[in-house]
Every structure is written in C-alpha cells, then in structure tokens.
C-alpha cells in the first residue's frame, strides 16, 4: 500500500528533474525510485530540486551501497534502515551542505565543498583510502544524470 501511494505521488509531482528520478529507475527499480522522489521531496526546497536531485541520485550510484547503505550514510538512525531513509538522510545533508555553501560566500565548488565534508579523504571510517575516488565519481555521475535529458 506504501509502494502504491508513494508511486502516485511521484507520479503526480512534476517538481523532480525527470533525469534523476529515471536514474534511480533504472539502478533500484520502480518502487525505490518513488522513495527516492519523496525523500527529495520531503528534504529538499522546491526552487532547488532540479539542482540538488541529480546530485543525490549520483551520489547513490557512486555509493553504490548495500541494503541499508545505499546512499553511504553512516549515521547511526540511518546505517541498517530502510532504502527511504538512506534517501533521506542523504538529501537533507545535501540541501543542508548546499545552504552552508552558499551561506559562506559559494566559496569553491559545491561538489568538492560537499566532498571535504561528507567523505573526507584519511577519514577514520575509510581505512582503505576509497573517500578519495568519491568527488570524481559522484562528479562523473552528476554530468551523467544531468546530461541524460
């Protein structure tokens, strides 16, 4: 029942950048890409989604997570929950690190400002060094959904 009523909601919203939404489509299936849409919707601005949803559907490409990690997000009320919080828990730090940015003069590179930030290089979580391959890849995947118009 959830599925459905998330699915005609996401159906029902023009707001998403259709490009991420069909990313997420095509990665995680139908159902996740409806979760994706309102975890979008719930914790990103409407004037910043077409902007902000591309980089939360890369980010999941490039995390490429397991069940309960999908998004990469380590944080206790995120790690092990539900695919919908993962979204969530990544979109809310997306927008939140996107009003810090800006806040702070949009000194840089939003992606590489998000980057220092979200997966540090030498972080004591990364004992194999992977954080440092994350900006290029979230990066490729960002141009990658973007493109996909």
Known sequence: ??????????????????????AIKCKDGAAHAAQFEDAVRVNIRPELRAKLAPIVAAIRHA????AGREYGVLHPKALGKSYRTQAGWCAATVQKHYDRWVKAGKKGDFLESLARRYCPVGADNDPNGLNKHWLKNVTAWTRKIEESK
Not at 1 to 22: C, E, Q, Y
Request: no cysteine; net charge negative.
């Open 63 to 66: 995390e490429n997570g397991r």
């Open 1 to 22: 029942m959830i599925r459905l009523v998330l699915t005609l909601l996401a159906l029902a919203s023009p707001v998403l950048a259709d490009n991420a939404s069909d």
